[in-house]
């Protein structure tokens, strides 16, 4: 079943603890992103690459990192979280150009405490 | 000028009516206006998709209306179901440029039995 996969799911974690949110794809997607869902404010981007070793930056990059070393793989790393990084994020990807149809993950739910 | 405005925030709607969500943009240079749906729990999906060189666009019960001289494009839901219950997302791009979507901020939908 082609799909992006996301973990962890939920995840409650306290200031400047680092963690990684791993995503995944199985559809040979050139292009990944990160976005964050957050009441009022819709879905915001965070970073993207447009192919392996090629990563940029979003509308909202700042606290964030990633890395792309595989085509399947996009991980969002939060080297010191803080509260501010309460969230519903979201990866997805898609083929070729970015405004294509992107196709979303579950999301994973992180608090900050 | 990036900005895509949608309204209204939230939408309630008794069942067979027809709910309608409105965007607009001030970047002619977008040329490519999709609607993702989005389940509770669940990521967003593509719904349906409009380009600006066709005024309408229908696929079932749901349509997109596109007003270019005004700058707006509109989601139609025709006799709403329980099962439309969602959130509803506009986007817009620039797909020769190979730009990011920029998503509006979301519109939830209640369909009432």
């Known amino acids: 079943e082609a799909q992006v996969t996301q973990n962890p799911r939920y995840l409650i974690t306290v200031t400047g603890k680092k963690l990684t949110v791993t995503c995944s794809q199985n559809m040979n997607h050139e292009y990944m992103s990160w976005y964050r869902q957050d009441p009022g404010l819709g879905l915001r981007q965070i970073y993207y690459?447009?192919?392996?070793?090629?990563?940029d930056k979003g509308d909202v990059p700042e606290g964030y990192k990633v890395s792309r070393k595989e085509k399947r793989n996009f991980p969002l790393i939060l080297e010191s979280p803080s509260p501010n990084q309460t969230s519903l994020y979201f990866c997805?990807?898609?083929?070729?150009?970015?405004?294509?149809?992107?196709?979303f993950g579950p999301g994973t739910r992180l608090t900050v405490t | 000028q990036q900005q895509v405005k949608q309204s209204p925030q939230s939408l309630i709607v008794q069942k067979g009516g027809i709910s309608i969500i409105n965007c607009a943009y001030e970047?002619?240079?977008?040329?490519?206006f999709p609607w993702y749906q989005q389940f509770p729990g669940k990521g967003p999906a593509l719904l349906i998709a409009?380009?600006?060189?066709?005024s309408e666009k229908k696929e079932g019960r749901f349509t997109i209306s596109f007003n270019k001289s005004a700058k707006q494009f509109s989601l139609h839901i025709m006799d709403s179901q329980p099962g439309d219950s969602a959130t509803y997302f506009c986007?817009?791009?620039?797909?020769?440029?190979?730009?990011?979507?920029?998503f509006g901020k979301g519109t939830t939908l209640s369909v009432s039995s």
């Open positions: 986007a817009a791009s620039m797909v020769q440029a190979g730009t990011a979507l920029i």
């Open positions: 970047n002619t240079a977008f040329d490519y």
């Open positions: 997805a990807s898609s083929f070729g150009v970015p405004s294509s149809e992107q196709y």
């Open positions: 690459s447009m192919n392996v070793e090629v990563t």
């Open positions: 409009i380009r600006p060189d066709v």
